[in-house]
C-alpha cells in the first residue's frame, strides 16, 4: 500500500512539473484586393498558389470609357494649353482642364490592378469577362512569410514576458516540429476584464494576448495550424 501511495505522489510530482503549453492559432498578413474603377475585367495574369511581388500586375481591366475620355481630354488639353499661352484663355479654365486631364490618367493607371504586398494569391474571386463595379473583391494575397499567433496568458506570468524575447513553437501534429519565434507584442488591455478587479486571484484570471512572430522559411508553417509553445525562454 506504501509503494502504490508512493508510486502515486511520485506520478503526479512529475505531472504537475511538465510545462504548459499555451495553444494559438497561426495567421498571415494577408490583403483583400479590390477594383478601383467600374470596368469589366480584360485579363487576369496569375493563378491561386502563385507567388507575387509588390507592384507586380495580378489583373487588368478594360477601361474603355476612360480609354476614350483619355484621347478627348488629351486633345482638350493640347488644345486649351496652346490658347493658355496666347493669352485666349484664363488660369481657370486651364487648370480644370488639368484636373479632368490627371483624374482620368488615375483611373487609367487603377485599370491595372497590382499586388500591395509580395506574397501568395490565396483566392481568386473573379474572371476574365466579369463586369466590376469601384469595390468589387477581385483577390487575396497573403504573406505566408509573415505568420504569427496570439497566446492567451494569465496575469501573473506578464512579468516573466518581454518583447523581443526568444520562444520556441511545436507543432503537436508534426512530431513536435520546432519553431523560433519572438514576442513582437504583448496587449495592455485583458480580455474578459472584470469591472471591478480587488483581489489578487481576480487578477489572476485575467489573460493578455501576446503575439509570436515565428520564422517559416520553408512554409511549413500555415494559417489555420494549431502552434504551441510554453512562452518561455528557457525552452
Not at 70 to 96: C, P, T, W
Not at 137 to 160: G, K, Q, R, T
Not at 184 to 203: G, H, L
Request: proline fraction near 4%.
Amino acid at each position: 500500500m506504501i509503494a502504490m501511495i508512493g508510486g502515486y505522489f511520485l506520478a503526479n510530482y512529475f505531472i504537475e512539473k511538465r510545462p504548459f503549453f499555451y495553444a494559438g492559432t497561426l495567421e498571415t498578413t494577408k490583403v483583400i484586393i479590390t477594383s478601383r474603377v467600374a470596368s469589366d475585367i480584360a485579363d487576369v495574369f496569375v493563378a491561386e498558389g502563385d507567388i507575387v511581388q509588390t507592384g507586380q500586375p495580378v489583373m487588368n481591366m478594360s477601361c474603355d470609357a476612360y480609354k476614350i475620355n483619355a484621347r478627348q481630354l488629351d486633345n482638350e488639353f493640347q488644345r486649351i494649353k496652346q490658347l493658355m499661352e496666347r493669352g485666349h484663355v484664363s488660369v481657370a479654365e486651364y487648370d480644370a482642364i488639368t484636373r479632368n486631364k490627371q483624374d482620368n490618367d488615375l483611373r487609367l493607371d487603377w485599370c491595372m490592378v497590382k499586388s500591395p504586398i509580395d506574397g501568395m494569391v490565396i483566392t481568386k474571386f473573379r474572371e476574365i469577362g466579369e463586369v466590376v463595379a469601384p469595390g468589387t473583391v477581385l483577390m487575396s494575397v497573403a504573406n505566408p512569410y509573415d505568420i504569427w499567433a496570439y497566446f492567451y496568458v494569465p496575469y501573473n506570468i506578464l512579468h516573466e514576458l518581454s518583447v523581443g524575447q526568444k520562444v520556441i513553437g511545436i507543432l503537436p501534429q508534426a512530431a513536435d516540429m520546432q519553431f523560433v519565434g519572438h514576442i513582437i507584442k504583448i496587449n495592455e488591455m485583458a480580455e474578459f476584464t472584470p469591472k471591478n478587479v480587488q483581489t489578487r486571484d481576480e487578477r489572476n484570471r485575467l489573460v493578455f494576448g501576446v503575439k509570436v512572430q515565428f520564422e517559416n522559411p520553408q512554409l511549413i508553417l500555415k494559417a489555420g495550424m494549431t502552434i504551441e509553445s510554453t512562452l518561455m525562454q528557457n525552452e
